[in-house]
C-alpha cells in the first residue's frame, strides 16, 4: 500500500522568508512517481513537477526546489523568499509507474501554507 | 499546454434532482480521465478512474448507479449526481492525462451545493 505523510497541517510565515514543506512517503513499488500540486484558494490544483524515482538530483525551478531523498523517503518542497501569492494548500503525491504497481496517485491531506505580507 | 475545464463552476441544486458536471481536457487527448471528491480542509479522495471508451472503475465505497460516469470521447467526461442529496455537497474535480502513467492535470472544479 503507497501512504503520503505531510505532517504540517498549516504553517505561516512572513513575506520573504523562506519555507520547507515536508512530504514523506511509503511505497513497495520499485519504481514510482513523486508529484507536488498547489491548490490555491480558487480551488484548482496546479501541477508543480513530477519526479520519478529513478532520478534523485534536486530541482530548482525559479523559487521553488525539490529535495528528493530516496534514503529517507522525502520529497521536501522549499520556497525561497516567500510571497503573498504563494498562499495555498499544497499537496504531494505518490503514484506507481504502471508497471506492476498502480499508477492511481495516493495525496498527502496537504499542508495549507499562509504568507502574509 | 494541458489544460482542463470543467463545467459548472458552482451549481446549487434542489435534493432529488440530477447534476451533470463536464470534464474537458482542451489541448490534450485524454485517454484516462479521474474523478475526484474534496471536502473543506480534506485532501482528494478518488471516486472513479475512466478510460474512453469503456466502463468506468469506481474506488470502494463510491456508488456506481448515483455517480455515473460517462468517458465517452478522448476529450470529455461526464459525472452525474443522480437523486442529489444535501451530503452529496461538495468540491467536485476531474482531472485527465495521456495515458495512465502520464500526468494528471486537473480541472479548476466544481462546487456542488445541495439544498
Known amino acids: 500500500a503507497q501512504k503520503v505523510t505531510q505532517a504540517q497541517t498549516e504553517i505561516s510565515v512572513v513575506e520573504k522568508e523562506d519555507v520547507t514543506l515536508d512530504c514523506v512517503y511509503e511505497t513497495r513499488d520499485t519504481t514510482y512517481y513523486l508529484f507536488w500540486y498547489k491548490q490555491p484558494p480558487s480551488g484548482e490544483l496546479v501541477f508543480l513537477i513530477r519526479?520519478?524515482?529513478?532520478?534523485?538530483q534536486n530541482e530548482i525551478s525559479g523559487r521553488y526546489s525539490w529535495n528528493f531523498q530516496k534514503s529517507t523517503s522525502s520529497f521536501n518542497f522549499t520556497i525561497t523568499a516567500s510571497q503573498v501569492v504563494d498562499s495555498a494548500v499544497y499537496f504531494c503525491a505518490l503514484s506507481g509507474t504502471g508497471s506492476g504497481g498502480s499508477y492511481i496517485p495516493t495525496f498527502g491531506r496537504g499542508t495549507s501554507l499562509i504568507v502574509h505580507p | 499546454g494541458a489544460v482542463v475545464s470543467q463545467h459548472p463552476s458552482r451549481v446549487i441544486c434542489k435534493s432529488g434532482t440530477s447534476v451533470k458536471i463536464e470534464c474537458r481536457s482542451l489541448d490534450f487527448q485524454a485517454t484516462t480521465m479521474f474523478w475526484y471528491r474534496q471536502f473543506p480542509k480534506q485532501s482528494l479522495m478518488l471516486m472513479a478512474t475512466?478510460?474512453?471508451?469503456?466502463?468506468?472503475?469506481?474506488e470502494q465505497g463510491v456508488e456506481k448507479d448515483k455517480f455515473l460516469i460517462n468517458h465517452a470521447s478522448l476529450t470529455l467526461s461526464t459525472l452525474t449526481v443522480t437523486s442529489a442529496h444535501p451530503e452529496d455537497s461538495s468540491f467536485y474535480i476531474c482531472?485527465?492525462?495521456?495515458?495512465?502513467?502520464?500526468?494528471?492535470?486537473f480541472g479548476p472544479g466544481t462546487r456542488l451545493l445541495v439544498l
Open positions: 475512466s478510460n474512453e471508451g469503456s466502463k468506468a472503475t469506481y
Open positions: 482531472s485527465a492525462s495521456q495515458g495512465r502513467r502520464e500526468t494528471q492535470y
Open positions: 519526479r520519478n524515482s529513478f532520478d534523485e
